[in-house]
């Protein structure tokens, strides 16, 4: 993969708000997670997902070409920030 992006996002939740985007995919994507990584296979790019110590989630997004990374950053970032709207949560794409 050619295309990389990494963003982080502070949460006091880290470790759930991985797991609930994780499963939002799991029923039409290749997904894998547990309470320290979390892994979705979208069909053009791939997202890994890292709880960092207590209040950050990291996310990584890796894709063969901007417009598929675009896209991709785009959708997680989207799901991502609408679960956590009650945290006020915002993805910021290093």
């Not at 996002?9 to 609930?20: C, S």
């Not at 996310?59 to 959708?75: F, G, M, N, S, Y």
């Amino acid at each position: 993969m050619d295309q990389q992006a990494v963003g982080l996002v502070r949460t006091e939740r880290p470790v759930p708000y991985m797991k609930q985007l994780c499963r939002h995919f799991q029923h039409k994507l290749e997904v894998s997670f547990d309470d320290d990584a979390g892994r979705i296979e979208f069909r053009s790019a791939t997202c890994q997902l890292r709880p960092v110590g207590a209040d950050l989630l990291q996310i990584e997004v890796e894709a063969e070409t901007e417009a598929d990374l675009d896209r991709a950053k785009d959708v997680v970032k989207r799901h991502l920030e609408r679960f956590g709207r009650r945290d006020s949560l915002e993805l910021e794409w290093q």
